[in-house]
């Protein structure tokens, strides 16, 4: 799986170097560096296609330990690029995910559907990128396929959120203020869960805006992530939830500065 992760770096660092065009001069070492670095990028890119291929595209056959050991030093690389942010934070979740025992499955397949297309939206058509976003969408789905099959509110609202490419911020606007008034109801009463319940009610109130506030919704969700985890215990599905939540507070987390 290292080899995979290796190809989102570097794809993500070659994309983001490619996409920088307001330089005003122009240093031969850097040119030269640059080429190098897109030669390299190159030979990574088609090893890795060659690894996904040899393990018959199924990303999920690949041992996890390596991962876990390996993922580091790629968030390392990746931290000062603002643009994969997101992709840190994914990143980040994944290696926790892989090192915990019992690695929650559904979890994984929920971070490997979100990775698939942050990989198609910053990398873009560079080499070798269809075959790694095909292999971490269907490693996704193979792990997810029919985690989330019950009538329960938990698994319709994980079953839309996996539907929209795990990415909860684009469910829209009446089904999430849907979705949160059916947690209020079934959170009232439980112990614990006044808090929760008051952010829920911010998070209803913010998404009825005519101008939504991203960064304030961003806040709040975050604030949700870390309640719904200390709520889960060892519950895989709440788990997988606090994940929603944070990955849409990553998303949202500037989005303001962004518009303007």
């Known amino acids: 799986m290292m080899k995979y992760f290796t190809l989102l770096a570097l794809t993500l660092l070659l994309a983001a170097c490619a996409g920088n065009n307001d330089a005003t001069t122009t240093d031969p070492d850097a040119v030269d560096s640059s080429a190098m670095a897109d030669q390299d990028g190159t030979a990574t890119v088609q090893s890795t296609v060659d690894a996904v291929q040899a393990n018959g595209g199924d990303i999920t056959a ?9 993922i580091d030093s790629w968030i ?6 603002e643009d994969a942010s997101k992709v840190t934070g994914n990143l980040e979740e994944l290696q926790d995910a892989l090192g915990e025992q019992p690695i929650n499955g559904p979890l994984v397949g929920m971070l490997l559907i979100t990775l698939a297309e942050d990989t198609r939206q910053v990398a873009g058509t560079a080499p070798g990128v269809s075959t790694l976003v095909s292999a ?21 609202t994980l079953a839309a959120v996996r539907a929209k490419a795990a990415d909860i911020t684009t469910l829209g606007v009446p089904t999430a203020i849907k979705n949160i008034d059916s947690w209020i109801t079934e959170l009232r009463g439980m112990d614990g869960t006044n808090d929760m319940i008051e952010n829920l009610e911010m998070l209803k109130t913010e998404l009825g805006a005519s101008d939504i506030d991203g960064e304030r919704v961003s806040e709040i969700m975050f604030s949700l992530a870390e309640e719904t985890r200390e709520l889960a215990g060892d519950n895989q599905g709440l788990a997988i939830l606090a994940y929603a939540l944070e990955a849409g ?6 989005s303001d500065d962004d518009e303007d």
């Open 249 to 254: 507070g990553w998303r949202l987390e500037g």
């Open 136 to 156: 971490l969408q269907s490693g996704g789905e193979k792990l997810t396929d029919g985690a989330f099959a019950t009538r329960s509110l938990l698994d319709q």
């Open 76 to 81: 390392d690389q990746l931290d000062d690029n």
């Open 62 to 70: 690949l041992p996890a330990d390596a991962a876990v050991a390996n």
